[in-house]
């Protein structure tokens, strides 16, 4: 059986299209999936996003622990609230999972890491600051994984370029506290915790709730007009951003090099990190970039890419609503270049693309 979020009563109650997504039972859309994206590129939309798991690092070496833990620098985080992206290694240089932390102090800090590989990455952490010797806790808050009901968090994120209107709209309590956060910043606010960041492209906020409080966010943000969201608006809003997806984009296989996360990886000054030697040798073998469709047709996952460089491959594709075009994220040789156009393979059949920024459409505009 799958798992179920705080929200799933409220999914059913709306008529939500169900789906198991990685054990997770989602929904994927409540009516139109079209309508709900445009919805957040032009209004305001909202996401559950309780299946990710906040966890909090905690103790006098939680700076010390993270900063070998993870490919990009912690030493960026000095202001309080401040987010960091970035990834955890195998020790073979590829990607366990990415995630976002946020710095609250010097001895705690705030993870989120992806549904899916919850509980392997809390069982990685607790493997390394075990074979370290650090002295820091590791409190998962997700429902399922928290000591108890008292720690669970719910997530809801808002999404749109009203979302920051609404959420203070609706709840007014916030907004002295979260009126002037910068972008990829976060904040307690009582019990609540509030992340301005996204998946999607858009302005917004990450709300993470008091399980018992969330079904009651989540109605408060309906009854406002907020128009409820499912994973299919999520992932084309977030392929038209150039958002990676773990487990398509990029995972143990595959070098953050590879998969156009070179950005979150810090190799300039002489810090260890779990599988720095191992990206040193390697290097970079291919590039991440995006593509067009020129032709009719649907650019999907694993098509083959034919370039005059050699062969590469999409990992994710879709049509996207706001270019009413068919893009995709590729890994492709080294030498391809933007503005190059390359052939896909749908089906036997080669058609054209054009290779692009691997940005497709930010703040409700196309930018290729």
């Known amino acids: 059986m799958p798992q179920k979020t705080l929200l799933n009563a409220a999914h059913r109650a709306l008529n939500a299209r169900m789906v198991d997504f990685g054990g997770w039972d989602m929904p994927v ?11 957040v590129r032009n209004d305001c939309g909202m996401f559950d996003v309780s299946h990710m798991c906040p966890v909090d690092i905690a103790g006098p070496d939680a700076r010390t622990f993270l900063s070998r833990l993870v490919a990009n620098d912690v030493a960026k985080l000095t202001q309080p609230g ?13 990607v366990i999972d990415d995630l976002i932390i946020y710095y609250q102090n010097e001895q705690l800090f705030r993870l989120v890491v992806n549904a899916g590989t919850a509980v392997k990455d809390l069982a990685w952490m607790q493997a390394c600051a075990r074979d ?4 820091v806790t590791m409190t998962p808050l997700r429902d399922d994984l928290s000591p108890g009901p008292a720690s669970a968090l719910g997530m809801i994120a808002v999404q749109g370029p009203n979302a920051r209107t609404k959420v203070w709209q609706v709840f007014p309590q916030l907004k002295a506290a979260i009126e002037a956060l910068d972008p990829f910043f976060g904040c307690p606010v009582g019990n609540w915790f509030v992340g301005r ?6 302005d917004g906020f990450e709300l ?10 989540w109605n408060a943000l309906l009854e406002a007009g907020v128009k409820p969201c499912g994973l299919g608006a999520r992932d084309t809003l977030r392929l038209e951003a150039g958002m990676n997806l773990y487990g398509n984009d990029m995972d143990e296989t595959v070098s953050p090099l590879d998969a156009g996360l070179a950005w979150t990886v810090a190799m300039k000054d002489a ?31 694993h098509q083959k890419v034919v370039t005059a460089q050699g062969e590469g491959e999409i ?54």
């Open 271 to 301: 810090r260890s990190f779990v599988g720095r030697e191992a990206l040193s040798t390697r290097g970079q073998r291919h590039q991440f970039l995006g593509l067009v469709l020129l032709d009719k047709g649907v650019l999907r996952g």
């Open 315 to 368: 990992t994710s594709g879709t049509f996207a609503p706001t270019l009413e075009k068919s893009i995709a994220l590729a890994r492709l040789p080294i030498g391809v270049a933007i503005g190059d156009t390359v052939d896909v393979d749908i089906r036997g059949k080669l058609l054209k693309a054009r290779v692009v920024k691997p940005v497709f459409a930010r703040n409700g505009k196309s930018l290729v």
């Open 197 to 202: 960041t996204g998946y999607t492209g858009e």
């Open 208 to 217: 993470m709730i008091p399980a018992a409080e969330t079904e009651a966010a």
């Open 82 to 94: 401040k987010a960091l992206y970035s990834a955890m290694l195998t020790p073979e240089g590829t």
């Open 132 to 135: 370290w010797g650090m002295q």
């Open 29 to 39: 859309n409540y009516g139109s999936q079209i309508e709900e994206h445009h919805a």
